[in-house]
């Protein structure tokens, strides 16, 4: 497919426009229309036209359709009902890397055809795209329905092996290394999908020590794939139910994300529980841990 034609409503062209901003496109103008975005490693071109008229065209116009404008704008899937085809892989994310509170989760999902679909209607995406509730929710449907692994770390032993591996990519390599392997020995899926981070070696040499042969493959912006995106909704999944459980295990709220409103937690829990206590709950090489001393 060279070429794809559309209806958009016409409040979707300022959010497609913000979309292929953040996703690297370059703009010009267009007569008689919005803007004309094209991404010369993706071969898109994306014209939308006063009309409301959408016009994608070149060699990346399936994966562009069928990975974005459908799921995220046209919210239907009819590309994928005349094309049924989908190249079963493992998909591989992580949750809790940039959160100060709580544990460290990486996830693998196996995908296949059936699955590719059956989450697609379901309008399972990145997981950064759906509110709590829902990655909670269609977590136990992906569950249900595909093989999973994760493996969770949590803020005790994270530290341990930070220390130990002396930085975060590190310490993720190994940890999806372990993820795969455990799910690529049940499944035997052809290939493997991870969003990018760090050095890609780093994970592959981890593979190599493990005597794992599956073709692993890293790319920028891998959530646009299913199987990438429903590993990201799993991980987080487990991410967002175990930093509960510490909230109701010390009774402290501890809040997401690594902002402002770490610190008062943090204080809280070393005022009740103290400081010797507070790797049990905190990953502590964040910059954080310097601000609240």
């Known amino acids: 497919m060279n070429s794809f034609t ?16 953040e996703r690297g496109f370059l703009f010009k103008d267009l007569p008689y229309g919005y803007f004309s975005a094209v991404h010369k490693q993706l071969h898109v071109n994306v014209n939308v036209f006063h009309s409301n008229k959408c016009l994608v065209q070149g060699k990346g116009t399936e994966d562009f359709v069928r990975y974005y404008l459908e799921p995220e704008i046209l919210k239907t899937f009819d590309l994928d009902y005349g094309h049924l085809s989908y190249e079963e892989k493992i998909g591989m994310d992580e949750a809790g890397k940039g959160d100060y509170f709580g544990p460290l989760v990486v996830a693998s999902v196996f995908v296949d055809t059936e699955n590719y679909l059956r989450f697609k209607k379901l309008g399972i995406r990145d997981s950064k795209k759906m509110d709590d509730k829902t990655v909670i929710r269609v977590s136990g449907i992906i569950r249900q ?4 692994k994760t493996v969770l770390i949590g803020p005790e032993k994270y530290n341990q092996l930070y220390a130990s591996f002396g930085n975060l990519n590190s310490l993720l390599s190994w940890a999806h290394a372990a993820c795969l392997k455990n799910l690529w020995l049940t499944c035997k899926a052809p ?11 780093k994970i592959k040499l981890q593979l190599k020590k493990m005597g794992v042969t599956i073709p692993l493959e890293t790319k920028t912006h891998g959530e646009s794939d299913m199987a990438v995106a429903c590993a990201s909704v799993m991980a987080r999944s487990v991410f967002l139910t175990e ?11 501890f809040p997401k994300g690594a902002g402002e409103p770490t610190h008062s937690k943090a204080k809280s829990f070393i005022e009740k529980y103290g400081r010797e206590n507070f790797g049990k709950v905190a990953k502590l090489h964040f910059k954080n841990t310097e601000k609240i001393k």
């Open 6 to 21: 559309c209806e958009i409503k016409k409040n979707d062209a300022g959010r497609i426009k913000k979309d292929l901003s």
């Open 145 to 148: 329905h595909a093989p999973v």
């Open 191 to 201: 290939r493997a999908l991870l969003d990018q981070f760090g050095s890609p070696w």
């Open 243 to 253: 930093l509960q459980a510490l909230s109701d295990e010390y009774q402290i709220d």
